[in-house]
């Protein structure tokens, strides 16, 4: 088992910035692909970024590449979103999830443990 928790939601003023965490406890950390995915009120989760085990690579969504930044520390057992220069359209319930696959893991089905979100909000 893994269990993921998230922090670091809130309310920013569109242009702002805002840093989520995901702290991960269980399995070793190591050995998971941890990916960000994102859900509006009626819409279906999306995927964000995504980021390997060790060597760190990273994949986007088209609609936060080059505003968004995922990174890991897996001696803290943490992994990172940083959001700038957020819109209205970003505002969703953010979740972490790990998955034991490797590459570019972007769909929800992939994913075997999930946290339980933090509110993102972005005012206009």
């Known amino acids: 088992q893994v269990q993921l928790v998230e922090s670091g939601g809130g309310l920013v003023q569109a242009g702002g910035s805002l840093r989520l965490s995901c702290a991960a406890s269980g399995r070793t950390f190591s050995d998971y692909t941890m990916g960000w995915f994102r859900q509006a009120p009626g819409k279906e989760r999306e995927f964000v970024a995504v980021?390997?085990?060790?060597?760190?690579?990273?994949y986007y969504a088209d609609s936060v590449k080059g505003r968004f930044t995922i990174s890991r520390d897996n001696a803290k057992n943490t992994v990172t979103l940083q959001m700038n220069s957020l819109k209205p359209e970003d505002t969703a319930v953010y979740v972490c999830?790990?998955?034991?696959?490797?590459?570019?893991?972007?769909?929800?089905?992939?994913?075997?443990?999930w946290g339980q979100g933090t509110q993102v909000t972005v005012s206009s």
């Open positions: 999830g790990a998955s034991s696959l490797v590459g570019r893991v972007d769909s929800t089905r992939l994913y075997t443990y």
């Open positions: 980021i390997s085990r060790s060597v760190g690579s990273t």
